[in-house]
């Protein structure tokens, strides 16, 4: 099971670009990575997921190199209500997920 | 996507006793989860409760502490029992969803242990 890596907090401000990095080292050839996005009081929310290269829909952009060890969550002009959790997963069996520690990211006005 | 509903919300609830939480799905699923998020932590997999056959637990987490039903495809609950106040946490439901890696989730069901 691959085992990510993101950094506790971010800060920014409205109207910024954020760039969350996620490490996962030991990747398998057929996992997938998925970004989730948790508020106060709710569940998890699917964002955007990936295998290679680039993906980008209405939310966010997911960037994966080509050795796939890594991957980085690009949030375009944030506002105060992307205040979150963010979370990086990687697998390809939806009953073998494992949460890491999430990035909790605070935007500022 | 998936609507899930979880009750309750939240309770509170005193040491020593039992409380079921209930999941219901707006679709037929195949694999349902159950997650539990400790306050200011991330979630971490309880088991998969499966329709038709036992639940499949992590580790360390029992049957005993943790039953799970599974009477249908759109529907499964958690208790949990003999509660102390190292239960108090958010639990939360899941399911899977088309795409690998793909999970929906509920609302969650807050548990405060007195």
């Known amino acids: 099971l691959a085992k990510t890596t993101q950094p506790i907090s971010m800060d920014s401000y409205e109207g910024q670009e954020v760039n969350i990095t996620c490490s996962h080292n030991n990747i398998a050839t057929n996992d997938y990575i998925t970004w989730y996005q948790q508020f106060p009081s709710q569940g998890p929310r699917f964002i955007i997921q990936g295998y290679k290269t680039k993906v980008t829909n209405e939310v966010a952009s997911l960037f994966i190199p080509a050795d796939r060890k890594s991957s980085t969550l690009s949030l375009p002009r944030v506002s105060l209500s992307d205040t979150a959790v963010y979370y990086c997963?990687?697998?390809?069996?939806?009953?073998?997920?494992?949460f890491g520690t999430g990035t909790r990211l605070q935007v500022f006005p | 996507s998936a609507v899930i509903s979880q009750k309750p919300s939240r309770d509170i609830c005193q040491r020593g006793t039992s409380l079921t939480i209930q999941c219901q799905v707006d679709?037929?699923?195949?694999?349902m989860f159950w997650y539990r998020q400790q306050p200011g932590q991330s979630l971490t997999l309880i088991a998969t409760a499966n329709q038709g056959s036992e639940a499949t637990y992590e580790s360390g987490f029992v049957i005993d502490k943790f039953p799970i039903s599974r009477p249908n495809l759109t529907f499964s609950t958690l208790t949990v029992s003999n509660m102390s106040p190292e239960d108090s946490s958010i639990y939360l439901c899941s399911v899977a969803g088309r795409a690998a890696g793909e999970l929906f989730f509920g609302e969650g069901s807050r548990l405060t242990v007195l």
């Open positions: 997963l990687v697998g390809f069996n939806t009953d073998k997920l494992i």
């Open positions: 679709s037929q699923v195949t694999m």
